[in-house]
């Protein structure tokens, strides 16, 4: 059986015995594309069917969620936790709150998790949970009873050598916080069985900075192949949240001139850029006032706001989508390319769609996927397990150094295996092979389970 082959029987039986999940296909298909040459001439992958059991969760955990809202009224969510493998560590992964949530979402992320946690070569396996609750417009009170029912039934499958769960879309610090005291009230310790906590308690310095900042720090390891950097270069940033909000602060502390932020509803366009100062306006604005991107141009009517648009069709010199999955198209990409952009770093997880993918690397510009380039966070969710285990905590120096070590072994390990003959990096090829035999050995080693 030739890569070709071997890939097309997969996908097909990936998809019968999955059916109605295709984020799941999308993510599975991607990475078995890359590792189907290895599998292919390596009969011990091949017979111990390993890739077949990556796909299949160790465990998915599906919940009731019940409620009581400010008006009396009662609430039902769903709740799950995708324990997809533990082969190289403690199931790793974010917590996602969104009414787009469902199983095919969590599966694609909890699979991703897998190889991007063994990219960061830190001992990590690879979960993902979350719920269809929509924290927008809920009281704060509503956001607090949420948590605690969700953890009233999660914690019985969680735990500090277990399955370490953080923030995601919808959970930030405040979330985190809630599950982490419902956690701690009902298993009666105090552990490091979250991640992205608050610093009084055991949350490491420079998490929230972690994934934004990691991503930029990739950015820059891949502009260096080609003797450029962030410095001058204008940056198109899409989402306002925690992964945008430190990614537009380190390429500005870079030197580069930051003109987009986007939410579900919109993007602004500051073509004077969005500096430190009008920065420290969004963060109050997105993580305090839990406002809308569009009231930026109230404040600064300079920048526009571009209703139910996203900021692709900005001329730029670097894309960072860094909201969600498939929000860059095939279209934006050429769009993209036609003005002139020459690097994309992922600060999402699987932005850019496969056709979208294809058109960056048939151009040759360098993109990265955001498996290797957002690995910045749960690398830094490493090192917050790490100094919880330890009690101890470490300066922003320390971490902030790690951080920086870490991102530029990943990018080393995507040239080492994504480079193709002609010299171009394919860091798709790269992270999913270099991701993938970490996992594989160690399942290889421990045996049918
Ligand atoms: P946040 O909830 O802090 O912010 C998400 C941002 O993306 C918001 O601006 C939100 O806008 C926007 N967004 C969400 N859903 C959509 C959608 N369907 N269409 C358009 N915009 C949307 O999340 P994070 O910043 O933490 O996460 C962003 C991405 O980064 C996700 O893909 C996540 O998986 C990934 N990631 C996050 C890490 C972390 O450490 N937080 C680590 C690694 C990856 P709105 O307010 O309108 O919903």
Request: charged share 20%; with cysteine; aromatic share 10%.
């Amino acid at each position: 059986m030739n890569a070709q082959e071997y890939v097309s029987q997969f996908m097909a039986d990936v998809i019968a015995k999955n059916p109605n999940e295709p984020e799941f296909h999308q993510a599975v298909r991607e990475v078995v594309e890359s590792v189907a040459p290895l599998i292919v001439e390596n009969p011990q992958l091949l017979n111990l069917k390993v890739m077949e059991r990556i796909v299949e969760p160790e465990r998915v955990v599906m919940f009731r969620v019940p409620w009581v809202s400010d008006s009396g009224e009662v609430m039902i969510n769903k709740g799950y936790r995708i324990q997809m493998n533990s082969a190289i560590g403690p199931y790793k992964g974010g917590v996602r709150f969104h009414p787009s949530v469902n199983l095919s979402i969590l599966k694609f992320l909890a699979f991703e998790q897998t190889f991007k946690n063994s990219l960061t070569t830190l001992p990590m396996g690879g979960g993902k949970g979350g719920s269809d609750f929509n924290p927008k417009g809920k009281s704060e009170m509503e956001i607090m009873r949420f948590c605690q029912s969700f953890i009233t039934e999660l914690y019985r499958h969680i735990g500090p050598d277990t399955d370490v769960p953080a923030g995601d879309i919808g959970v930030g610090g405040r979330e985190v916080a809630y599950m982490f005291g419902q956690y701690k009230r009902l298993a009666n310790e105090f552990t490091g069985t979250f991640t992205g906590k608050g610093r009084s308690f055991g949350g490491s310095i420079m998490r929230p900075e972690a994934t934004g900042y990691g991503a930029c720090y990739f950015g820059q390891a891949m502009l260096a192949t080609r003797g450029e950097s962030y410095k001058g270069k204008t940056v198109a940033i899409s989402g306002a949240g925690n992964v945008a909000q430190f990614a537009a602060q380190k390429a500005t502390a870079l030197g580069a001139k930051v003109v987009t932020l986007s939410d579900s509803n919109g993007f602004i366009y500051d073509p004077q850029g969005i500096n430190e100062e009008k920065l420290k306006y969004v963060f109050m604005l997105k993580n305090v006032q839990r406002g809308r991107i569009r009231e930026y141009v109230t404040k600064y009517p300079e920048a526009q706001y571009f209703d139910g648009q996203r900021p692709w069709i900005v001329k730029c010199d670097i894309a960072m989508p860094c909201a969600t999955q498939n929000e860059l198209n095939e279209e934006e990409a050429r769009t993209l390319i036609a003005n002139g952009c020459t690097c994309v770093v992922e600060g999402a997880n699987m932005p850019t769609t496969p056709a979208a993918i294809a058109v960056f690397q048939n151009a040759k510009i360098l993109y990265s996927p955001g498996k290797a380039s957002n690995a910045g966070g749960v690398a830094t969710s490493g090192l917050e397990m790490t100094q919880n285990s330890i009690r101890l905590g470490w300066s922003k120096e320390e971490v902030d150094q790690k951080l920086q070590s870490i991102m530029a072994n990943i990018h080393e390990r995507c040239v080492e295996f994504g480079t193709e003959d002609d010299g171009y990096v394919n860091y798709v090829k790269g992270a999913n092979i270099a991701g993938f035999m970490k996992v594989a050995d160690a399942m290889v080693a421990q045996g049918i389970v």
